[in-house]
């Protein structure tokens, strides 16, 4: 593609003004950083070929993962979605604007990549206003996958944007940190056998089976390695993701047993960190990062990808993350730090007779 390498990529203060000039971008088949609640995307026109194809060349995309499509509210659903059950607009109804993306049919109208080959789109309403103000001001549902390049962590702040894609967009809105911090939960409904999340996220199943009264289960394979000649339900699902340069593994069990095992890897080698909880960077012999307080997994789900950036700058080569606790968005917080680690599990039960390592 014969695409613009713009010499400087410019941040503008998510105000009425550069919003409006964003727009304009957007007019021009261009790509432009938005601010959501749960990260920032790489914007463009969702009915256009080319603006779609410059969101691929931004990102290093792979052609096969097909992009979430962003509408201003779900009166427009019609327009980029078909035979829309009854399913979809219950759960619009209790979570949108919000961090919940729906696959549905698509409609023929969309750009042929956004859906990758697909029969189906995946659709939000985002809950900022910017970046509703920005749909509304563009006159058309706008295409936007995580802002980071494919493979490394999805950006929260409008500088982690700038820093994966400085001279590749044109112009970043920058609306501050974002509040939910993990990408939004994809939940099919094309399935015959009920509602399939795809990845998990803020809203979690339970929120969902409270709305449908049935039940809402998680893909196979959604937290595991994908075996060679398995096919996920969601592209997305065999991407390893959000992986900082160093080499992560999760721990699971005990502070006290990951506090003993990571100061005796960093004795024996360099560029050794924790990820640690708030609580624990004071008790830890060894360089640490927190990703949040132990008790409070929204709050880990904020930190988490700010974390793993900082892991990088700071010059990180092996990391050991403590684990998560699972309810509620843990889920969401424990899938994205298994992918950073590769599906690398470590069970400091096991230890010290053997490393107790064991991939999912
Ligand atoms: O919170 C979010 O969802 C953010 C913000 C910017 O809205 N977007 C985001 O997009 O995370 P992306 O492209 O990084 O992740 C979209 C995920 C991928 O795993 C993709 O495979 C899956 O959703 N997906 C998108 N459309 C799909 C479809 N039609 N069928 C199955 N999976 C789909
Ligand atoms: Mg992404």
Not at 75 to 80: F, K, S, Y
Not at 153 to 170: E, F, K, N, Y
Not at 186 to 201: C, E, N
């Amino acid at each position: 593609m014969r695409d613009a390498v713009w010499m400087e990529t410019k941040i503008g203060a998510a105000s009425k003004a550069f919003i409006t000039a964003a727009a304009k971008l957007i007019q021009y088949n261009q790509v432009v950083g938005m601010p959501t609640e749960t990260v920032y995307g790489l914007a463009a026109n969702a009915f256009s070929d080319e603006a779609v194809a410059r969101i691929f060349e931004a990102k290093g995309r792979p052609q096969d993962n097909p992009l979430i499509v962003h509408i201003e509210n779900a009166d427009v659903l019609g327009t980029v979605a078909r035979d829309i059950p009854s399913q979809a607009w219950a759960l619009a109804e209790a979570f949108w604007p919000g961090p919940l993306t729906l696959v549905l049919p698509r409609a023929p109208e969309l750009a042929e990549a956004v859906s990758a080959g697909l029969p189906t789109v995946g659709v939000r309403v985002p809950a900022n206003e910017a970046a509703q103000h920005l749909i509304r001001l563009s006159g058309t549902p706008l295409a936007a996958p995580s802002a980071n390049r494919s493979g490394s962590p999805s950006p929260t702040t409008a500088q982690h944007v700038l820093a994966d894609m400085q001279g590749r967009i044109p112009f970043i809105l920058d609306d501050g940190p974002c509040p939910v911090g993990v990408e939004s939960t994809v939940l099919s409904l094309t399935k015959q056998d009920g509602p399939v999340i795809l990845r998990p996220g803020f809203v979690t199943p339970e929120d969902m089976e409270a709305v449908l009264g049935c039940p809402v289960r998680f893909a196979e394979g959604i937290d595991s390695s994908p075996a060679a000649e398995f096919i996920p339900e969601s592209p997305g699902m065999k991407y390893r993701h959000y992986a900082p340069k160093a080499h992560v593994s999760l721990l699971e069990g005990p502070f006290e047993a990951f506090a003993r095992f990571v100061e005796q890897k960093a004795c024996a080698q360099k560029g050794v960190f924790a990820l640690c909880f708030a609580e624990e960077m004071e008790m830890l012999a060894v360089p640490a990062i927190s990703y949040g307080p132990r008790d409070d997994v929204a709050a880990q789900a904020a930190a988490l990808f700010a974390a793993l950036r900082a892991l990088d700058e700071q010059g990180a080569q092996v990391v050991y993350a403590r684990s998560p606790a699972t309810g509620g968005v843990g889920a969401a917080v424990r899938n994205r730090l298994l992918r950073a680690a590769g599906f690398r599990v470590i069970s400091t039960n096991d230890l010290p007779e053997s490393t107790g390592e064991k991939n999912l």
